[in-house]
């Protein structure tokens, strides 16, 4: 079984894209927290806000400014900034996450049956330990998908109301990632 599995206990993930709502992310009641914002200046303070209030916390490694999405970036991320996981669409960034201890999870854009199948192509050589698909509200993909792979699919991306992240869990989706603050 894949270890974020277990570290999920709330379906919605709050995808935090700015600073000042991450205070509310922490009080909500998520127990996951997607981070797609920071800087080399205060990525390491933020990641210690949401583990402070014992949440996870995932950091988006291309989203993070100045922090490289490359080896010594995510080596830089393991040893110091020291977040749950990280999120990125890059699949040698995967491996590097998995070698240096960090749980990994792959985001990939769904845009025709192609994407789908590199996807999951992608997923079999990285090895991470959830992948994101994009846009979240496409159900019959996401069924598909988790027919196609045993890794988690975390449903992402243009998802506005309760209905939505309902019908991406019933398809088969671990959680639902969401930039919305009120859904969290």
């Known amino acids: 079984?894949?270890?974020?599995?277990?570290?999920?206990?709330?379906?919605?993930?709050?995808?935090?894209?700015?600073?000042?709502?991450?205070?509310?992310a922490i009080n909500s009641d998520v127990n996951v927290i997607f981070l797609l914002v920071g800087s080399i200046f205060n990525v390491k303070e933020l990641v210690g806000r949401v583990k402070t209030a014992n949440k996870h916390?995932?950091?988006?490694?291309?989203f993070i400014e100045?922090?490289?999405?490359?080896?010594?970036?995510?080596?830089y991320v393991?040893?110091?900034?020291?977040?749950?996981?990280?999120?990125?669409?890059k699949s040698n960034l995967i491996r590097i996450a998995k070698d240096v201890g960090l749980m990994a999870?792959?985001?990939t854009f769904l845009i025709d049956r192609g994407a789908v199948l590199?996807?999951?192509?992608?997923?079999?050589?990285?090895?991470p330990d959830a992948i994101e698909v994009m846009p979240g509200i496409m159900p019959r993909?996401?069924?598909?998908?988790?027919?196609?792979?045993?890794?988690?699919?975390?449903?992402?991306?243009?998802?506005?109301?309760?209905?939505e992240i309902a019908d991406a869990l019933k398809a088969g989706a671990l959680a639902v990632s969401v930039g919305s603050s009120h859904l969290w």
């Open 57 to 62: 916390v995932f950091l988006h490694m291309e």
């Open 1 to 24: 079984m894949y270890p974020i599995v277990d570290l999920v206990e709330h379906q919605t993930i709050a995808a935090v894209q700015k600073v000042e709502e991450l205070e509310q």
């Open 105 to 107: 999870i792959q985001r």
């Open 118 to 127: 590199r996807a999951i192509k992608s997923a079999e050589q990285s090895q």
């Open 78 to 89: 393991a040893q110091y900034v020291q977040p749950t996981g990280i999120i990125s669409t």
């Open 141 to 163: 993909i996401i069924r598909e998908m988790t027919e196609m792979t045993p890794l988690p699919i975390i449903a992402g991306g243009l998802v506005g109301n309760h209905e």
């Open 66 to 75: 100045g922090i490289a999405a490359d080896r010594s970036g995510v080596d």
